[in-house]
């Protein structure tokens, strides 16, 4: 097969990104040598990550992942990452909590286990830690020196943390009227923040022009010329959720779509599981979340269509604001493969849903966590989901960052005088 070198690679080095052998198309298959490539130059498919595949005995490699990190770098022989990637100054993001929410299945009427997959936990308080820590050591082996990305808001917050930690500049674009948390949050670690007066689609619209002129020379778009090893990232939320079940697939896995990275990748990390032999070969059925007010993916596998229609975005779940997704068409894919679907919810069952979350397991998620258990709960009383086996629900991010969207609803009981004469008057105590 023909193996094209790349244009605008910013060293001349031999590469080494580990197990990583070379991209290769998604569409048509071509392969191409390893570099911040992003689309088939014979048919402009998107292009992924092909690996030279751990060999050997499955129980060597469980012994292996068991003994490395509490972190992703356990997969490490899994990623396109240096066998040393460990020692490298990185936020090491992952192996996040996997709660089993009893208190929560009681509520849904859930008997065969449901788990929330909480990665509100990592280091800046999203998801987005994992894809970034594999994008920044794809940025090191190509020699960029500015990190940069278009950002829903956590993207940017992640790229400027990873950037700050791994001694890189950093210019991240965001649209303009995010949540303060995601602002502030992604501001602060030093880099430059653009606010881009448009929504999602004109931000990354924007960064596709930068990165073709010389201002964007020697720049690492993590979600654009880094996405094929950037959306690797997310292979390791299916790692670790196999591990943490006993290196057992789920039964069933609820994931928030966006541009729908996430959920094609999770999906390809099952299937690798099953293929070195780390998990037992099983169905599974993958279901995928979105909000009524950004739902071009749902309003496909709902109308049976094949092509995504873009919307123009209106929800409060402002994370997963893409009207039109780069990954949709393969998300389809995935829920009709699988025998799963993909649903969406109404911002005010996104709100109580977050609020269902907190109460019944302490755990605060983002509004993007309120769409995913919302569309949980809603297809789980449709009887699509099957409440006797065993279910994971992704919360990808930190309510902290989207106050806005319960503050109206979620403050002080009462405010009374510092005297117990006055919390007795107010009738308090007793919930
Ligand atoms: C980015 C993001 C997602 C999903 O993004 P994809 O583009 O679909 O990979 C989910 N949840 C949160 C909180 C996010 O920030």
Known sequence: MAVQTVAGNATTAPVDLGPAAALSCRECGERFELG???????CFGPLEVAYDLPTGSPEELRKRI????????????????????????????????????????????????????????????????????????????????TLSCSSTGNLAGAVGAAAARAGLRS??????????????MAAVYGGELVGIEGNYDDVNRFCSELIGDPLGEGWGFVNVNL?????????????????????????QIVIPIASGSQLTKIDKGLQELIKLGLVEDRPYKIFGAQAEGCS???????????????????????????????????????????GGAVEDVTDEQVVDAIKLLARTEGIFGETAGGVTLGVAKKLIEAGVIDPTLTTVVVNTGDGLKTLDAVSATSQATATIKPSLDAFRAAGLGTA
């Open 36 to 42: 911040p490539l992003f689309a088939c130059a014979s």
């Open 66 to 145: 068991e003994a490395g990190p509490d972190n992703i770098w356990r997969y490490a022989p899994l990623l396109p990452v240096p066998a040393d990637v460990a020692d490298k100054p990185n936020l090491n993001p992952g192996f996040t909590k996997l709660v089993k929410a009893d208190n929560l299945a009681r509520e849904l009427g859930v008997t065969g286990g449901l788990y929330v997959k909480d990665d509100s936990g990592n280091p800046t308080h999203s998801f987005k830690d994992r894809v970034v820590a594999i994008a920044v050591e794809a940025a090191r082996a190509f020699g960029f020196t």
């Open 171 to 184: 210019c991240v674009f965001i649209p303009h009227d995010l949540e303060q948390g995601k602002v502030v």
């Open 227 to 251: 996405r094929p090893y950037y959306g690797e990232g997310s292979k390791t939320l299916a790692y670790e959720i196999c591990e943490q079940l006993g290196w057992r697939l789920p039964d």
């Open 296 to 338: 071009p993916v749902s309003a496909a596998f709902k109308g049976g269509h094949d092509v995504v229609r873009p919307q123009k975005p209106n929800t409060i779940a402002k994370s997963l604001a893409i009207g039109n997704p780069a990954d949709g068409p393969y998300v389809l894919d995935i829920a009709r493969r699988t």
